[in-house]
């Protein structure tokens, strides 16, 4: 019996482990575990450092499926779970009922607050961890996500959320959605600064210690945001991490969270990614400074929260959206094998493939990304066989220059190979294609979408998870990590149940 109760100490130790005040959930778009690293040299102490060194540290985790980009990323941290079962197959894709390009988190039946995109969180199929918060306590925990996109916020702050802010791209103002209920004053103060804001991004280190990629006599930069200019561009440098800072703070100013023993969450997005989508090589001082920013960015919110609330009362978690988009045509220039594979002229050639096979017809209903959506309707109106015709259509498409594999539904189906269940992750039936290209290395993905004309192949990298605050204990865990480790590790942490889809193995 003795032998039995020390066996369950263990656990009983995990149940008595202090509950944290409030959880600060953070997402760095585009950070990279090596880059974290190289430029370690240009931190402070209270920023990466402190995290690095106090706190549990994956280094190497992934994302279990392809074609990662910012929202399949977040939704997956937020649910544990992969697109196959969140839902969250992109940012966007063609929905089949009206032939339109959709947001991820469009939804009209709500209103804009400061925007006229209506937005909630109806698309996302599982629960999330902040979800799970707002169960365990009957409500009673808050949750506020702030990001300065609206797919990073609504998916970051789940069904459940009480406060969703992000930053709209034309006028500048911190938006919301209906679905919310009222929108908050603080907001609304913060709003006021907006048509007077004034930001500059220039270099916070003397330019030649930015010398990580080896640069001799680095150029300085400057690049200047005025109101309502350029407000894409001004999302891709570290002003905007500055300004996720002041509404965080400005946010626990008007807030209780944090204030009682019920566990609050408070998500928050950075930026890490190249400025204006250019790459590395092209702007190898603005990462680095970006880097530099972030590490303050993140020493500040810290110290400030250690003031109001206690670091020994929080737990906070960072982890990435693992991936890097670059916009370079650097693979020419230095005759390295790359191309572009242009999917409205795909779409075109394949029609009349098809028509050669099987009659006269409209065969491809739309193209997005490297997805195909097949007229249903009109295969089943010419009595074809729908297998027939996506065989014949992959025999098509594995011909293109720059095409390294084709996948359809079909192939998804019974025992799967961990490379085919790495590809069916991130497929979901209601809202991926019918067949999907694999691209060759170096080569692209560009669509006829006037605003995503230059949309590139993303690459996936290895990034970092890191847990630390309240009762985590300092620990470097090398392995490979699936992203989904961290809703199970923040469901632990929390004493709350993990989301109902989340599961240990990789998806």
């Known amino acids: 019996m003795i032998l039995m109760l020390l066996g369950l100490l263990p656990s009983f130790a995990q149940q008595n482990m202090k509950s944290p005040k409030l959880y600060i959930n953070i997402t760095v778009d585009q950070l990279r575990t090596d880059f974290l690293y190289e430029f370690s040299g240009l931190y402070g102490e209270d920023g990466f450092k402190r995290l690095l060194g106090g706190g549990k540290v994956y280094p190497n985790a992934y994302y279990a499926f392809e074609n990662i980009d910012r929202a399949s990323a977040v939704a997956t941290l937020a649910t544990g779970t992969s697109p196959y079962v969140n839902g969250i197959v992109g940012e966007r894709w063609l929905d089949r009922s009206s032939l339109r390009i959709v947001n991820c988190v469009e939804d009209h039946k709500y209103q804009g ?62 938006c919301s959605s209906s679905y919310y209920g009222l929108y908050p004053s603080w907001a609304a103060d913060k709003n006021k600064e907006v048509h007077g804001r004034s930001s500059k991004w220039e270099p916070l280190l003397e330019v030649e210690k930015y010398n990580n990629f080896g640069e001799e006599a680095p150029d300085a930069f400057s690049y200047s945001f005025n109101g309502l200019k350029n407000i894409r561009e001004y999302k891709t440098t570290a002003c905007v991490n500055d300004e996720i800072n002041e509404m965080a703070k400005a946010y626990l100013e008007s807030s209780l969270a944090g204030q009682d023993d019920i566990a609050d969450c408070l998500s928050l997005t950075y930026y890490a990614g190249n400025y204006n989508g250019q790459s590395m090589e092209e702007r190898p001082i603005e990462i680095q400074d970006m880097y530099v920013r972030l590490d303050r960015n993140i020493a500040d919110l810290l110290n400030y929260v250690d003031r109001r609330i206690g670091l020994e009362n929080v737990v906070v978690s960072i982890a990435s959206t693992g991936y890097v988009i670059e916009n370079s045509e650097d693979g020419a220039k230095y005759r390295l094998p790359s191309g572009t594979i242009y999917m409205d002229r795909i779409e075109g050639l394949l029609n009349v493939y098809l ?23 009109a295969i089943e109106r010419m009595k074809l066989d729908k297998l027939d015709v996506v065989s014949h259509t992959v025999e098509f498409l594995k011909s293109v220059e720059g095409v390294e594999d084709v996948f359809t539904i079909y192939r998804l189906g019974g025992m799967l190979s961990p490379e085919m269940q790495y590809v069916k992750n991130g497929y979901n039936p209601s809202s991926s294609g019918d067949v999907w290209l694999r691209l060759m290395p170096g080569w692209k993905i560009a669509t006829d979408v006037a605003s995503e004309s230059n949309m590139t192949y993303r690459t996936p990298v290895m990034f970092p998870i890191i847990i630390y605050g309240c009762g985590v204990k300092p620990e470097v865990i090398e392995n490979m990590t699936p992203a989904n480790i961290l809703a199970a590790e923040m469901a632990r942490i929390l004493h709350i149940r993990r989301p109902n889809d989340n599961s240990l193995r990789v998806f």
């Open 113 to 174: 607050v400061y925007t006229n995109a209506p937005m909630s969180p109806v698309r996302l199929k599982a629960i999330t961890v902040t979800d799970e918060m707002k169960r365990a306590t009957r409500g009673n925990a808050i949750v506020c996500s702030i990001a300065p996109d609206e797919d990073v916020a609504v998916l970051a702050g789940g069904h459940a959320a009480d406060e969703v802010l992000w930053k709209n791209n034309i006028t500048g103002y911190w």
């Open 355 to 377: 028509g050669a096979q099987f009659g006269k017809g409209d065969y491809v209903e739309g193209v997005y990304g490297p997805q195909l959506y097949l007229n249903r309707k």
